[in-house]
């Protein structure tokens, strides 16, 4: 069995310091532009920064959607509706406004140092919840979509989240097996069906706690599907974390 590093490569490491160094560098001779509303200064600015929603306790303690008191899997109204499946999900806000539009910029435009500042936000909420040992995976795209955009996302924000809380990071942990359509405009049994058995998990996870890492989570069909392939390949437990999360309104649910 491979046992990945306890902590973040080293050579990642300083791979790392040297782009966070560039990127500062460059800041100063081109300075960004907020990647919501497009004012010049911040990748994201105070104001947009302000218009996050950020989710707080209380969460339902499996999907990790908020609830007006604490709940169990039972009385949550997001879990009876749908089957999150052998996953415990958190996410650090709703998919809204400005959070919506950086995530929209992290997607299609090149855009690491982004990364980093949504990672850094990321980093700095639900911690204690996720278990002290586990590694994290960022959810792969698949080849096609990889090859025209040229990175993951997901990838990005596990990279970031890797070196702040010091969490080994395996970046092929996970792979997609087949290819799979878009997710968007389809209904959450849709969802279900379109990515089920997906996904192929490494060796690597065997005996360890994962953590998925990607960048919306919508209904949980893909995390859900990620999962199954991980507890397959002998992962011990496996939670999600992502940046944002959909409301749960009825286009999404309906059959
Ligand atoms: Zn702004
Ligand atoms: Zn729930």
Same mark, same amino acid.
């Given at each position: ?111 690491? !140092? =982004?990364?980093?500042?949504? +990672? ?6 639900? @911690? /204690?919840?996720?278990?002290? $040992? %586990? ?93 199954? !392939? =991980?507890?397959?390949?002998? +992962? ?6 992502? @940046? /944002?999360?959909?409301?749960? $309104? %009825? ?5």
């Amino acid at each position: 069995m491979t046992v990945p590093s306890k902590n973040f490569d080293t050579l990642a490491r300083i791979t790392y310091s040297f782009e966070r160094a560039s990127w500062t560098l460059l800041d100063l001779v081109f300075p960004p532009r907020c990647q919501s509303c497009r004012q010049p200064g911040e990748r994201l600015c105070a104001r947009c920064r302000a218009e996050i929603e950020y989710l707080k306790e209380p969460v339902c303690s499996h999907c990790g959607y908020p609830h007006p008191a604490p709940t169990t899997d039972d009385s949550c109204d997001q879990c009876r509706r749908i089957s999150f499946g052998n996953v415990r999900i958190r996410s650090m806000a709703f998919h809204s406004e400005s959070l919506r539009n950086a995530i929209h910029s992290l997607k299609y435009r090149r855009n690491p !140092a =982004l990364g980093e500042t949504l +990672a850094d936000l990321m980093s700095q909420r639900w @911690l /204690a919840d996720f278990p002290a $040992d %586990a590694m994290l995976i960022p959810v792969p795209l698949g080849m096609e979509r990889k090859q025209a955009r040229g990175f993951n996302q997901a990838e990005i924000l596990a990279r970031g989240l890797g070196a702040r809380w010091r969490r080994p990071l395996v970046v092929d942990g996970l792979s997609r097996g087949r290819e799979t359509r878009s997710q968007v405009g389809l209904n959450a049994q849709d969802r279900k069906s379109n990515v089920a058995g997906a996904f192929v998990a490494s060796a690597k996870v065997k005996g360890h706690s994962v953590i998925l890492i990607d960048d919306v989570c919508t209904t949980g069909a893909t995390l859900s599907a990620c999962a199954e !392939a =991980l507890l397959q390949s002998g +992962a011990t437990h496996v939670w999600a974390y992502t @940046l /944002a999360r959909a409301r749960h $309104d %009825a286009d999404i649910l309906t059959p």
